[in-house]
């Protein structure tokens, strides 16, 4: 089903595609559901007002998870994958500290917003391009190709959101949003790292790939309908 409201003439289409049933997941469109997402961020919030009380802004708490992941990515590069998805494993639970900073001491931006979007692009680019790095010096060019295609529809499914909402559709959902392939990235990582096995890595970022390539099309496949619902044309 969908439901339809109006944030600032931006016409917000939601897809219900996760329910829980009798205390069982129905599964629709996504790996995690809302409730697990908002689970996961309110584990940050008490951290997240620490870290306010002490002087830090939401855009400083941005700029420190990024410093995080650019730790990690100096680590990928070198081969220490076990030791990346340890920090990234960090760096993904800090990830939300500066959301939920600047909702709870109610300092949310449309900046703060836009910066934290594109640092997260910024990072991701950063951890694929230490992925292609480690894999040239091993000589690894299915990794490296696997590791490219990643990022490329990676970014896709970003930009199919943002040219949806340029169209005044929200399209937020999909089976592998940016937690999930970070999820998959790490578990590859940690599992090719602790045992010395590259494929493991190769085989999540194949993973990666196909769960985004559904992703992009889920999304596009929402917009299509959201907008034939609405009757706009471009």
Known sequence: CRRRSRRGGVIVAKRKITKRTNGKRVTQGSLLTSNERSRIKSIGEPIALLLGRIGFSPDALTLVGFGIVLVATAQVAIGNWAIAAGILIAGT???????????????????????????????????????????SVLGDTQMATAAVLALGIGSLVSYVRARGEGLGVSAHGGIAQRAERAILLIVGLLAAGLSGETNYLLYALIIIVALSAVTVLQRILFIRAALATTGRRA
């Open 93 to 135: 639970l800090f990830d939300g500290l500066d959301g939920t900073l600047a909702r709870a001491t109610n300092r949310v931006t449309a900046f703060g917003a836009f910066f934290d979007s594109s640092l997260d692009r910024a990072a991701e680019a950063a951890i694929y391009a230490g992925i292609v790095y480690s894999a």
